[in-house]
């Protein structure tokens, strides 16, 4: 339950509306929750609902709204209603309220960090040796089982002149009895003498981290047994682009991968400040009904059988027709039957090819359409709704009785990213010599690919309700017309206060 009230504001003196809980979040503290009702999309559906005004204290233009805000505004902007902040931009509002509050003394500019000690230590055999090792005291020869007591109070470096410390050979890998892990057996290689004295290595080895999450920078320079990666090579190469990983990697892996990164960035070993410039977390493939794949239920699906019944392209076009690439999805087997149709399809029509034949105006505005929607998806990581594209372009195609070669010719560099086999079959079908790879990616002609109608969404006080289509640049009779047909129901005998159309985007109705 939440009480609500009004408290001052400490930088300008105005009242603002404040929201208390009677229930404190485990381990955030008071139990005082801040609400800003016109910048955040959860305060504003509450205090909606419960009359508590809306100040606007961010616009996108820098001038209040003339009228009340029908969604919450959650972009960056300009500060308005807020005193002497008024014109600010987001940035530098933020960044002069905190000054003025640190001179006042009242609240200061902190960075808060979520982080717990990590177990860096492996009590296995497979991992990268830690370069340490202690005073051994005992009175004999501790490789031949005598007496010793290991200082481990007393931790040594292994001199960088003695890197990189090997793994010994073993013949069994097994972890045992021993706490102090697998390499507490190999007595030769972790008790040596030096300057007259024992001394015993450190059995524990590093876990996959210690190589992971570097290992993008050692692919710039795999051989260089001098330095990490040359530092010509790290300044062309760094940061990474992209990096597709799964959502696991985002608490864990990348985590790690970004402390490694800045560390070395701070040693100046490495030119930025950080390792990735992109993320994209794929989801994960569940099994047949939906749970996630396990050899204890009986669900996961081999890829060599899927690849022996419907071929290598037909099981990469299915994984990528399966949905948006950040969700979960679950394997449907019997529909990858509808893919490989599309990929017979598309050979299927290829051999009605005709290098004779011209695709008229209708066919060569499609091709443009499909070039441009795929080569847009793919860098947006759409595949699915790129292969849709191409399903549709040849369903057009199989209508044909002499189908143009010049338009099968886009439609196999299209899809030879997705299906390289086909797309180079279909390539030499054509007449052309090997490979596709060698050939340029078609460009789309922006002037084929114009609308003549667009989608619009129809809002009711802020909330999606219909999608109309309109002629271009529709007016707004026109759209308050289709929507009024669209949305009959809900419109009916309710007095319309306000129209907000904006030309070709969106139209929003007040009621």
Not at 62 to 67: A, F, H, I, L, V
Not at 133 to 152: L, Q
Not at 279 to 291: F, W
Request: aromatic share 10%; proline share 7%; hydrophobic share 40%.
């Amino acid at each position: 339950m939440f009480t609500g009230g009004l408290a001052i504001n400490p930088v300008n003196g105005a009242e603002v509306p404040v929201y208390i809980a009677d229930y404190v979040f485990w381990g955030y503290g008071t139990g005082a929750i801040m609400a800003v009702p016109a910048h955040d999309e959860r305060d504003f559906e509450f205090a909606t609902a419960h009359g508590i005004p809306i100040i606007e204290v961010v616009s996108k233009t820098g001038k209040p709204s003339k009228t009340p805000l029908c969604e919450a505004m959650v972009e960056p902007g300009v500060a308005v209603n807020s005193g002497k902040y008024d014109g600010l931009r987001t940035d530098e509002f933020k960044k002069r309220i905190t000054e003025d509050l640190e001179r006042a003394g009242k609240g200061e500019a902190r960075v808060e960090y979520k982080l717990r000690d990590w177990i860096f230590s492996r009590q296995r055999y497979w991992g990268e040796p830690i370069p340490i090792y202690f005073p051994v005291e005992t009175n004999g020869d501790p490789r031949a089982g005598a007496e010793h007591t290991i200082r481990y109070d007393e931790p040594i470096a292994v001199d960088q002149s003695e890197l990189p410390l090997r793994l010994p050979d073993l013949d069994d890998y097994k972890p045992g009895e021993d706490p102090a892990g697998v390499l507490a057996r190999a007595a030769d290689w972790r008790f040596f003498q030096k300057d007259g004295r024992w001394y015993a290595r450190e059995t524990n080895t590093m876990p996959q981290w210690a190589g992971s999450c570097w290992y993008y920078l050692r692919f710039l320079d795999p051989r260089n047994e001098e330095v990490i990666c040359a530092p010509e090579l790290a300044q062309r190469w760094l940061p990474v682009d992209l990096y597709v990983g799964g959502a696991e990697h985002a608490v864990l892996h990348l985590l790690y991968a970004r402390f490694w990164h800045k560390v070395l960035y701070d040693a100046g070993v490495v030119p930025s400040k950080e390792p990735f410039k992109k993320l994209v977390h794929q989801g994960m493939i569940l099994g047949e009904g939906g749970q996630k794949m396990s050899k204890s239920r009986g669900n996961v699906v081999n890829p060599d059988d899927i690849v022996s019944e419907f071929g290598a392209d037909s099981m990469r076009v299915y994984e990528m027709f399966m949905g948006p690439l950040e969700a979960t999805k679950p394997w449907n087997t019997s529909s990858i039957a509808g893919v490989r149709r599309f990929l017979d399809r598309v050979y299927t029509v290829t051999t009605r090819a005709d290098a004779t034949v011209n695709p008229d105006a209708g066919l060569v505005r499609l091709l443009h359409l499909t070039i441009r929607k795929v080569t847009e998806d793919i860098e947006g990581m759409r595949f699915n709704t790129a292969i849709s594209a191409m399903m549709v372009l040849s369903n057009e195609l199989m209508k044909l009785d002499k189908v143009p070669a010049e338009a099968l010719e886009v439609l196999a560099k299209l899809l030879h990213p997705f299906a390289p086999h086909l797309g180079e079959e279909v390539w030499q079908m054509l007449g052309h010599a090997p490979s596709i790879q060698n050939q340029p990616w078609p460009v789309y002609d922006p002037a084929l690919c114009e609308e003549d109608e667009i989608e619009v969404p129809v809002q009711i006080n802020g909330k999606v309700r219909a999608r109309i289509t309109l002629p271009k640049d529709a007016s707004q009779d026109q759209a308050l017309a289709a929507a009024r047909e669209a949305l009959a129901t809900q419109l009916a005998d309710k007095p319309l206060r306000k129209t907000i159309w904006v030309p070709n985007k969106i139209l929003n109705l007040i009621l």
